[in-house]
């Protein structure tokens, strides 16, 4: 029995064959926009990330800066050297006459001569704003290339639910261009017409969307490689399970403590404020200064050769508020350190344990499961095109086939972030993706 079709149903399925060959234009554009593809593994993706990366050129730049300072903190403070001499002799009517033992000259030569060893105490804190600044670099590279694991694990899952998409767009074509031709000669429903419609236009949809997620993966992986703007980045990625690895949560930790360059950041600033406050105490102890000078003429005696000695009285100015200050900070940093343990050693032990969920989801016997299922599409596909299923049962089973395709993508993405989660949280590569 044939449905009847009212007018403005008409409208709208007349709109569903207008808009799906327009959905396959827009998918067919981004191939023609990329001119080149560049396929690429992670090994070699990070290291022309590490090469070409501006922002990681910048931070090197900071931490050379910061050990220039160290040098600068070394130097010793220059001599002074000052004069004195007659402009003008009225006698004379001459400017700077020192003719016949005439005239006057006075020459002072002072050195400031640096007490309580401040200045290696000043190196020290220059040391440790290098190493913090060091820091900072390693911390932005991890942080980085963390990004660039993400991104390229999920470009690379992306791509492979494209090429699911497209299957099961192609499959769905020629069902509907088949049933298109029953349906013109009379024997086949409208409705089940519109139904392989419908589920075409709703795959070309997804499809869009996947696209656009596509696009701009490759907008931030394309930025972070320094690469061409009209290349197509296609990751290599490994679809096989990871070998098991035994993991000792505390040996990660004790890794964790002694690589991550965030944790180490704050232990160089709680030494920082450690010698800071040390350079502080050092600085209200007065420096000496001294000098030799030369008088020709206004002295006592004529030539007079004097030594200098020089220091300031510490009365008032003792340097009492900086102390106070760096032994604030010494607290400050100590709690700084201390959260940041807490947070590290939680890090670490979410990390383990959701890499050892997902390494028991994804496993051998799922990618076993994942070609049978694709050897059942092609049999259901043939069953359904011989009228041995009916299309209720046929749909259905498309569903249930691109959602469970999906989802064992998602489960591979899943493991390939678990594993990047773990290399985070640890501060090394633990795994290899």
Known sequence: MYCRIEEGNMRTIKSLLFISPLFFSL????????????????????KQFIENNLSLLAQKYNVDASKALIQQAKLWDNPVLSTDQNIHDGSTNK???HSNGGGQIFVQLNQVFATAGKRGKQVKVAEDDAKVQEAAFNDLMRNLRYNLQLDFSQLGSLNAQQLVYQNEIKSATELVNAIQKSFDVGNTSMKDLIRLKALLFGLQNDMVENNRQINDLQTELKTLLQTKETTFVQPVINDKPVETVDL??????SQAMTNRPDYLSN??????????LAYQKALAVPDVTLGVSYDQNSSYARHYYGLQV?????????????????QYNIKSQESTLKQNEFQLKNDV???????????????????????QYDKLFGAMLKSFQQ?????????????TYKDTKLKILQQQFNLQKAIADLNFAVGTTVIKS
Not at 27 to 46: C, N, R, S, V, Y
Not at 267 to 276: E, G, K
């Open 267 to 276: 232990q160089y600033q709680l030494n920082s404020a450690t010698h800071n």
């Open 349 to 371: 032990v979410a990390a383990v344990n959701q890499y050892k969920l997902n390494v028991q989801l994804f496993s051998t016997q799922q990618i076993a499961f994942n070609e």
């Open 95 to 97: 400017f700077f006459n």
């Open 27 to 46: 998918l067919t554009q981004k191939a023609e926009a990329q001119t080149d593809t560049l396929k690429i593994t992670f090994p070699d993706a990070e």
């Open 387 to 399: 009228r041995q299923i009916s299309l209720v049962e046929f749909v259905d089973f498309f569903d």
């Open 310 to 326: 020089g220091f300031p009285i510490p009365l008032f100015n003792r340097n009492q508020g900086n102390i106070k200050s760096a």
């Open 248 to 253: 000792d949560v505390q040996s990660l930790i």
